[in-house]
Each structure stands twice: as structure tokens, then as C-alpha cells.
């Protein structure tokens, strides 16, 4: 046997030894999130903390590119790791980002070979409940992470194989769902045994040096691929500027600005211009690295030029970052960052609309870009039960030459959506209809991928929590005459006397017989609608994707009685032509630049950065709202009388020259 078929041997047994380590964790679970959602993974890593060997098709697969070292170096301050020490961990800061925020457990455990260490285990669950203000421990408008549950630093839950009943009391103390968090942490005690195991008996056959080796040959092989893979974007610098519609708290859009440089396939990613870090959840800790927030849109255009490319640490080799210190992308403690996946949705777009400029013909229109659990959390006699009912997304952008998916968007993560019969087993609600919604895809050439419409009943007292809800302002752009996709909507009770549709979700109250909807955004379109195939639209239509009066309006395509009518699609169309059409990214962008341009507003962040980190999100605030004060409150949604917008411009201007001397 060659040395080179003998390592791609261990590689093989390493990476099914990962996918083992899923299978038992999800299958020896206990909450809802992680047995069926699949909010969890595992993984081997090599000495230097990186993963090694990642699952391909269980689990989170966003998180490939963390790093575990930091966490190790602050377990073993108190004495050194021995066989069978497990170390637990969620704090976001002193794991330098491995914890993205604290419902996500993480577990290290060391693997040795005699009495010397040869890499780690690790797995992560995301728990149903780590104590905090609300229930599920995440809310838009937590001011910082003390507000957010309990705090882990990097301790030992297991010691020489023995688990430390202090520790283990304490973490379950801090939880309104103790029985669940406490099945899912052995659960992952479990996939980490399971892991051992496997590396043991890959050692005892192959030895250490070829394990060593191996993981390294794993990581270099995948950066090798990744770097040959990124050269088809064309070499040059591409910007994009993208919106949250609020902060959660003040109301106020946030900007997330990125400017990609490319160099014969390696990628530096500048997120200058982006706003500061905010006064709520929305804030991602990266600690200024390559963070897997910050990087998830590039792993999927890898993964995508590269379809047999192996995940490991490997993919982020050659791509560097800047996030400036105290921006909304590298918060400082203790910021909250309960709600990090919002603004990481809006990162992936940014990146995307940079992308696209370098390689037109691979990248697709802007996804939903959300993803919303939403939680319920019910008050009964034996204590709280908190579940995510269902972790909603919208649709896939459409790209050059194919629609987008509806209904589906691993933009962030590759979640599970929950079947209806174990939602209704384990929680007091009734489902009412789960599908795809018309009208939300966005027209063009190629349709992006609708949204999705959840209806439920709820038939006991409970909280209702839809962190993550964006996209109700600033819609999906589309691109090369593509049109953007539908806001999301959440309302309870539509059409009674007693709808509502709340403002910024956080905890709402719900009782018996309250009835919710909630719809996700549809994604870009790309291409001019007026040349998708009208057979196409007409597909469409019957399959409920696109209403009769939308397929006239938006693709110039009249179906009658479930028929395309060429004569009169052609005549439509013909007309059309001549009036022109809209496109692109949607008239709200367009009126707020108008106020606030690209230019200007990269001034007034570095005017906002200068400023002492505790005043900038107050001051942001402030000058904002003073400009929007002179425009209706639906803006940027609405039409605008100019001398409106430019009063609130002049407004604006008038404080960042205040600013700047």
C-alpha cells in the first residue's frame, strides 16, 4: 500500500468518523431544535484547533471554518488537559467566536495517543433555552449579553471521564428547559465518546504520524482547490452596500458595506463603511477574523465552483478580512449578539452583490435573507416548554440560466424544517398550512425562489418570538433586469377586528384561538421578466407560484382559465417594450440613498468610528432620526415629495459637516 493511498485512506476513515459523531448526537438528542431541525455538528480537529475532518451532508455546515484553540488554551490555564476531559463553553468573547452566541453549547474534548494529545473532538448544539431575559434566551431588543443567559467560559464538565456535578447543576439551573439542555448535553457527550473511539482505532492501525499528517494533507488539499476554484472571478475590487431594516430598538436601518478584492483566486474581504455595533442582538463578536458569519456566502461559491471540494479549514485559507474594531461585524464586549444570524443574512447579500459583479454568470440574485425560528414558549404547571415551532426561510436568488428554489435557502445554515405531526406532539398549536406563497419570488428572465407562509393556532397561553424577522422593509434585489422579491409579513388574527401586525417582533403575548401568519421574503429575479418563456409562466401559474394578475403585470404573459393566450401575451409584451419596466433593488433603496447617498454615508461612519465606541450607536441614532423626522413615517416605503427628501438631506449634511470639524 502507497503512502498516498494509505492517507487517503485515514482521510476517508476521519471524515466518516465526523459524520458517525453527527449521527449519534442527533439521534440521542432530546429538544426539537436539534433531533429534528439539525442545529448542531461535529467535528475533528487537528493541533492548531482547525477542523480537519467536517461533515458533508449533517449539521451546520457554516461553521467549518472555526477555530477551537483559543477555547483550549483557556480551559487548560487551570492545570493541563488529561484523557477524558471534556471542556464546555458559550461565551461568544473569551471563545474568540467559536460561540457565535450562548444558546450555541460547544463541548471540546481532547484525544490522545498515549499521554500526548493528537487533535480534538467537538460538537455544538443549539440549546432550547440558557436562561436569560426571555424564553429561548434571544431577543432583538437585549442590550447586551448579560441580558442574553448565562455565560460559560471555557470549564471542564468532565474531568478524567467523570462529569462535574457542580458544573452540571449550575449550567441546568441557569435554563427554563433543564430536562431538554440536559438529554442534549449527553447527547454530546456521546458523539464526543463516539469520535474517540474511532480516532483510537485509526491510531492503533496507522499510527500517529499518519494521523498528523493526514489532517494537514486534508486542510492543504481543500485550500488547494478553494484557490483554483475562486479564479474564476475576474481579479479587481467589487463594493456593495446592504440594509437591515432596524436595529430591533430604534427604529433606524443598519448599513452593512463590503468591498472584495481579488487576486488570482485569494480574496480579501473590507468591511469598512459598515455602521457600529449596535444597542441590541444584532451584533456578530468575529473578534476581527475570518469568521464563519462573515464567510458563509464565499464556503457556498466554493462548494458550488467545486462540487466534490472536501469542508475543513482549508476553504478559508487564502481569504483575509478586515472588520474594523466596534463595527456591527466585530462587537466589542458585551455587546448582545443573540440575533447575529440576522445581520450575517444581510452580510451574505452584501457579498453576494459584490460577487456577482466579478462573476456574473455563477452568482445568483439576492436570497430572502432571513432566517427566522419561530419560538413558542408555553406556560404550564411542570414548567416552560420552549420549542422553535419552525426555522422559516424565504427562497434562493435566481442566477444566469435557472430559477431560484423556492421555499428553501441555506444561505447561513442547511436547517431541517420541523414535520407538522412532531411541532403539534410536542407543543399546543395547530398547523394550519405550511407552503410556498405566491407572488413573492422576484419576476424575471429567471424567478427567484419564493417564500414560504406559515399559519398556526395556538391553544394555551404562551410568548411568541420571530427573532431574525427582516427583510419587511428593504426587499431582495435582483439583478441585470431582474426585479426584487416581496417583503415578509407577520400578522395575528388577519382580517378580524382584533389583527395586528406588530412592529418590531420581540415577546408577544399570544392566548387560545390566536391565529399567526407569517411570510417570508421571495428572492431576486435575474434578467428582464419580459423574456422568461411565457410556457414558463404559464407553469407557474397552475403550480401556484404566480397569480394570474402578477403574470400579466409583472412578465406581460395573460393566462386565461389556466391558459396561456399567445395572441394576447404577445401584444401585452409588445406594449410593455415601449413603456419600459422596473428593476433592481427596489424604489425603497433607491429613496433612502437619496437622503443618505453611498458616499456621504461612508463619511458619516468614519466621523462615527472616531468617536469613543460607547457613543457611536446613541449618536447614529440621533442624527438619523433628526433627518427622518422630516419624512412620513412609512419611509423609505411609500412615495416621497422631493422637496421632502431634500429638506431631510440637507438635514443630514448639515450634521456630518457638524461631525467632521
Not at 630 to 641: R, Y
Amino acid at each position: 500500500m502507497t503512502t498516498d493511498i494509505a492517507r487517503d485512506i485515514v482521510a476517508l476513515k476521519l471524515r466518516a468518523a465526523s459524520e458517525e459523531m453527527c449521527k449519534t448526537l442527533q439521534r440521542t438528542s432530546r429538544s426539537l431544535y436539534v433531533k429534528e431541525t439539525a442545529d448542531f455538528c461535529c467535528a475533528l480537529a487537528d493541533l492548531e484547533g482547525r477542523f480537519a475532518a467536517y461533515p458533508r451532508n449533517i449539521g451546520v455546515s457554516g461553521f467549518v471554518g472555526l477555530n477551537v484553540r483559543a477555547t483550549v488554551e483557556a480551559a487548560a490555564e487551570s492545570g493541563p488537559l488529561r484523557p477524558g476531559d471534556v471542556i464546555i463553553a458559550n461565551d461568544p468573547y473569551s471563545t474568540m467566536g467559536l460561540a457565535t452566541h450562548l444558546p450555541d453549547i460547544q463541548m471540546i474534548r481532547p484525544y490522545f495517543d498515549g499521554e500526548e494529545i493528537i487533535g480534538y473532538g467537538w460538537c455544538f448544539i443549539h440549546c432550547s433555552d440558557i436562561g436569560g431575559r426571555v424564553p429561548s434566551s434571544i431577543s432583538p431588543s437585549n442590550d447586551s449579553v448579560f441580558a442574553e443567559g448565562l455565560q460559560i467560559p471555557p470549564v471542564r464538565i468532565v474531568r478524567g471521564g467523570q462529569i462535574d456535578p457542580d458544573v452540571l447543576r449550575l449550567v441546568l439551573r441557569n435554563s427554563r428547559t433543564p430536562e431538554a439542555n440536559h438529554g442534549d448535553f449527553q447527547a454530546m457527550l456521546a458523539a464526543l465518546e463516539t469520535g474517540c473511539r474511532r480516532v483510537q482505532e485509526i491510531l492503533d492501525r496507522y499510527g500517529r504520524e499518519a494521523v498528523l499528517s493526514t489532517k494537514a494533507a486534508m486542510i492543504e488539499e481543500t485550500g488547494v482547490r478553494t484557490r483554483s476554484a475562486l479564479r474564476v472571478l475576474e481579479d479587481g475590487s467589487y463594493r456593495f452596500v446592504d440594509y437591515l431594516d432596524h436595529d430591533g430598538v430604534s427604529g433606524v436601518p443598519v448599513r452593512i458595506s463590503v468591498e472584495i478584492t481579488m487576486r488570482d483566486g485569494t480574496m480579501h474581504i473590507d468591511f469598512t463603511g459598515t455602521d457600529p455595533q449596535v444597542n441590541s442582538a444584532f451584533n456578530v463578536a468575529s473578534q476581527g477574523t475570518v469568521h464563519a458569519w462573515l464567510v458563509t456566502r464565499v464556503l457556498a461559491l466554493v462548494g458550488t465552483l467545486d462540487s466534490e471540494i472536501h469542508l475543513n479549514a482549508g476553504l478559508t485559507r487564502d481569504v483575509t478580512v478586515n472588520a474594523p474594531h466596534g463595527s456591527l461585524v466585530n462587537a466589542q464586549r458585551p455587546s448582545a449578539v443573540g440575533v447575529r444570524h440576522a445581520s450575517s443574512s444581510r452580510v451574505n447579500d452584501a457579498l453576494s452583490g459584490a460577487l456577482v459583479q466579478a462573476a456574473p454568470q455563477v452568482v445568483p440574485a439576492a436570497s430572502s435573507g432571513l432566517v427566522v425560528p419561530v419560538v413558542l414558549a408555553e406556560q404550564r404547571a411542570g414548567g416552560d416548554v420552549v420549542q422553535v415551532l419552525e426555522p422559516m426561510v424565504g427562497g434562493m436568488g435566481a442566477r444566469d440560466g435557472a430559477d431560484g428554489v423556492d421555499g428553501r435557502d441555506s444561505g447561513i445554515s442547511n436547517l431541517s424544517n420541523n414535520p407538522v405531526e412532531t411541532v403539534e406532539a410536542e407543543l399546543s398549536t395547530t398547523i394550519h398550512r405550511y407552503g410556498l406563497r405566491e407572488d413573492s419570488g422576484g419576476a424575471g428572465r429567471w424567478r427567484g425562489g419564493t417564500g414560504l407562509e406559515l399559519v398556526f393556532e395556538v391553544h394555551a397561553r404562551a410568548s411568541l418570538l420571530t427573532r431574525g424577522l427582516e427583510r419587511r422593509l428593504f426587499r431582495p434585489w435582483g439583478v441585470a433586469g431582474g426585479h426584487p422579491g416581496a417583503r415578509s409579513e407577520l400578522v395575528i388574527n388577519e382580517g378580524t377586528a382584533t389583527e395586528q401586525r406588530p412592529a418590531a417582533p420581540d415577546v408577544i403575548p399570544v392566548a387560545p384561538g390566536d391565529v399567526i401568519t407569517l411570510r417570508t421574503a421571495g428572492a431576486g429575479g435575474y434578467g428582464d421578466p419580459l423574456d422568461r418563456k411565457p410556457g414558463a409562466v404559464e407553469a407557474d401559474v397552475r403550480a401556484g407560484l404566480v397569480s394570474v394578475a402578477a403574470a400579466e403585470r409583472d412578465y406581460g404573459v395573460v393566462v386565461t382559465d389556466g391558459v396561456l393566450d399567445p395572441a394576447a401575451t404577445a401584444s401585452r409584451r409588445a406594449n410593455r417594450r415601449a413603456a419600459g419596466h422596473g428593476v433592481g433593488r427596489g424604489a425603497e433603496v433607491s429613496r433612502w440613498e437619496s437622503v443618505f447617498g453611498i458616499e456621504d454615508y461612508d463619511r458619516f461612519v468614519a466621523a462615527l468610528m472616531a468617536r469613543p465606541l460607547e457613543e457611536r450607536s446613541s449618536l447614529r441614532e440621533t442624527v438619523l432620526r433628526e433627518a427622518l423626522d422630516l419624512l412620513p413615517s412609512s419611509f423609505p416605503a411609500g412615495d416621497v415629495e422631493d422637496a421632502a427628501i431634500a429638506g431631510a438631506r440637507d438635514r443630514f449634511m448639515t450634521a456630518l459637516a457638524a461631525m467632521e470639524a
